[in-house]
């Protein structure tokens, strides 16, 4: 199906202007950083700048559910079941953790997914269907340039 889109590359596709965090950075400071630029997830880098991995707002609640001290939920912030799309969470819902000494770097994802910006539309849904992931980093050699979130490839199987 995707076949039918062959124009479609991840350079078309990709963000640019995309948000990083340090792998230093605090919960509170993640949570404020997805908060603030309305998204859920981001690349986080190390001090020299170099991609480490991806942290997202599953993550920080992964880490929340497991240490429930640190949990700090309003009602308004829900999700409806395991599954669901993190691009329709309520992030406003969202309070700010208790710093616990957690970083970035503790609640990533360490693997990062990326795909060439000649990738394909296939290529890069398969891709995140392959991991189970809702971005793929986009890179040109050896160097990072940009990302494409499943919502970039939903818009552009509808025409947008």
Known sequence: MA???PGVTARKLMRT????????ATLAEIV????????????????????????S??????????NPSA????????????????????LEGLE????????????MTPAVYAVSVDAGL???????????IHRVLVTEGDEYVGLVAAMDVLQALVGR
Do not use: C, N
């Open 71 to 90: 949990l700090a939920l309003r009602r308004g912030f829900y999700s409806s079941g395991p599954g669901d799309d993190e691009e329709d969470w309520d």
């Open 57 to 66: 707002i599953r993550d920080v609640l992964d880490h929340l559910a497991e």
């Open 32 to 55: 404020q950083t997805l908060l603030d630029s309305r998204i859920t997830g981001m690349p986080v880098t190390d001090e020299a700048g170099r991609l480490v991995g991806v942290v």
């Open 122 to 132: 296939q290529e890069i849904a398969a891709k995140m269907v392959e991991h189970g």
């Open 17 to 24: 202007d995309v948000v990083t965090v340090s792998e230093s």
């Open 3 to 5: 076949s039918e889109w």
């Open 96 to 107: 700010m953790p208790e710093d616990d000494g957690t970083t970035a770097g503790d609640v």
